[in-house]
């Protein structure tokens, strides 16, 4: 059970392997790597800079994994989200979350993801050859959030 | 009062501390102040624009009520993962 937001990289194959390691019931795992595109809204990407709020983020990424404990019987979840400057082909977030079976581990990761993304407080700036700008929300996202409640 | 992202670089400041008239005690009465002060506040605080706000940290409305020493931030809609 985690939440972490940090600067460096993570190695997702370790942070599988302690999870797998620490409980001997568990009998899948299923993993989400999110990573820097190099083209978005069809401008090509050269960095991409995110920006959090320190505090409200760890206790908006908790409640989330706390909601997803209480939907599905789920032994163990784990966020990383990096802040700072990225490069396309940098990891940005990974959620990993492990159960006795494949059913519950899939849509309880793909339930955190969908709220992580409108609900944790972190915002990305492109910078692209017109310059820099801020992402906008995205409303695929809501609706995405929106098929959980 | 804390600001992020697109307001943190509108309003040209990160952070302030702020001694509000008796009469405001609510995010909306504190919005409305804000928007007072004219351009880029008014501008960037204007309804129907996307701004979320924040007290200590949860996700408030218009009728959250606010008290001395509250951690109030201002921002626009996420965008990580």
């Known amino acids: 059970m985690g939440v972490r937001v940090q600067t460096v990289d993570f190695d997702p194959g370790v942070e599988m392997a302690a999870m797998r390691l620490g409980n001997p019931k568990i009998g899948a795992i299923a993993s989400f790597v999110g990573i820097v595109r190099e083209l978005n809204e069809g401008s090509h990407v050269a960095e991409l800079t995110l920006e959090h709020y320190p505090g409200m983020t760890e206790k908006a990424l908790e409640k989330i994994v706390a909601d997803a ?17 990225l490069k396309p082909t940098d990891q ?23 709220y992580l993304k409108t609900r944790a407080p ?14 906008d929300a995205c409303t695929a996202d809501d609706a995405a959030a929106e098929r959980w409640s | 009062m804390l600001y992020f992202a697109r307001l943190r670089e509108a ?12 009469e405001i005690r609510d995010v909306a009465g504190l919005t ?27 996700m408030a409305g218009g009728a959250t009520p606010l008290a001395d020493g509250d951690e109030v931030a201002f921002f626009p809609p996420v965008t990580g993962g």
């Open chain 2, 11 to 22: 309003f040209g400041r990160e952070r302030e501390r702020v001694e509000l008239p008796g």
């Open chain 1, 122 to 135: 972190f915002w990305k700036k492109e910078k692209t050859p017109d310059g820099t700008r801020w992402v």
């Open chain 1, 69 to 85: 404990r209480a939907r599905w019987d789920i032994y163990d979840a784990l966020v990383v989200h990096r802040v700072g400057t």
């Open chain 2, 32 to 58: 409305a102040w804000l928007r007072g002060r004219g351009d880029p506040w008014a501008r960037e605080l204007a309804s129907g624009k996307p701004v979320r706000i924040a007290v200590n940290q949860d």
């Open chain 1, 92 to 114: 940005i977030v990974l959620v990993v979350v492990a159960s006795a079976h494949r059913g519950e581990a899939f849509q309880a990761c793909e339930f955190l993801m969908d």
